[in-house]
């Protein structure tokens, strides 16, 4: 079964950054846009940001000017580098297929962005 295995997240302060890494089967990775996905507390998981195959990205708003979505498609690697993190990024990150999960989610990885 496909899996994916999100890793990197943590605790940091607000203006912090963290740098996210999603390890994804090959056959699938090589073939897919990939996004990255998060879940606050309380709230629906929601698209951050999202990298086509040929490097083409979108953001969500939210993470505009922030946040940064790369792949390494040697490596079958996804990649969100977060700047100015603020602790309204507080979630659980995840990354599947974008823009529509179509995968198994993984465990995610918890950021935490606090004083």
């Known amino acids: 079964q496909v899996q994916l295995v999100e890793s990197g997240g943590g605790l940091v302060q607000p203006g912090g950054s963290l740098r996210l890494s999603c390890a994804a089967p090959?056959?699938?990775?090589?073939?897919?846009?990939m996004g990255w996905y998060r879940q606050a507390p309380g709230k629906q998981r929601e698209l951050v940001a999202a990298?086509?195959?040929?490097?083409?990205?979108n953001y969500a708003d939210s993470v505009k000017g922030r946040f940064t979505i790369s792949r390494d498609n040697a490596k079958n690697t996804l990649y969100l580098q977060m700047n100015s993190l603020k602790p309204e990024d507080t979630a659980v990150y995840y990354c599947?297929?974008?823009?529509?999960?179509?995968?198994?989610w993984g465990q995610g990885t918890q950021v935490t962005v606090s004083s």
């Open positions: 090959g056959i699938i990775f090589s073939i897919s846009t």
């Open positions: 599947n297929t974008g823009p529509r999960a179509t995968l198994k």
């Open positions: 990298i086509a195959t040929g490097g083409r990205t």
